[in-house]
């Protein structure tokens, strides 16, 4: 997402800061444990920070060499997502140095996701139909 966005009141970036934030705190982990990046960038704007190709890098380069990259801004893994993860990020923490990488799959058709969206269907249905 375009920086800019950010600077004109879109709420993007503090949410996925936020998500990050409630992920970590659930899972009991300290702070640094999880990075937010940001990746898809296109054209000459300039984009959101940091670039996840260029941040897991840098992580390789320091020393880091597992790492596992999730996408909670998605409710389904999308090509685009798959091929920038699984190709161009992989291939820069590798080359970087890095020795484990895990892509972590967005919860897709899970049953557990799809009784979830269902229930919020339903609620937010509720009265309308």
Not at 2 to 23: H, I
Not at 33 to 54: A, C, H, M, N
Request: glycine share 8%; charged share 25%.
């Amino acid at each position: 997402m375009p920086k800019r966005y950010l600077l004109e009141g879109d709420p993007y970036f503090c949410q996925c800061q936020k998500t990050s934030r409630l992920l970590q705190e659930r899972l009991g982990w300290a702070e640094g444990i999880i990075d937010t990046t940001f990746q898809s960038v296109f054209g000459r704007e300039e984009w959101l920070k940091p670039y996840t190709v260029e941040h897991v890098a840098e992580l390789a380069k320091r020393g880091i060499t597992d790492i596992a990259i999730m996408s909670p801004a998605f409710a389904a893994d999308c090509v685009e997502t798959l091929e920038e993860i699984q190709g161009e990020i992989q291939e820069a923490f590798v080359h970087a140095g890095g020795k484990v990488f895990t892509y972590i799959p967005c919860l897709n058709d899970d049953a557990a996701h799809i009784e979830m969206l269902t229930g919020l269907i339903k609620e937010n249905l509720a009265g309308w139909i």
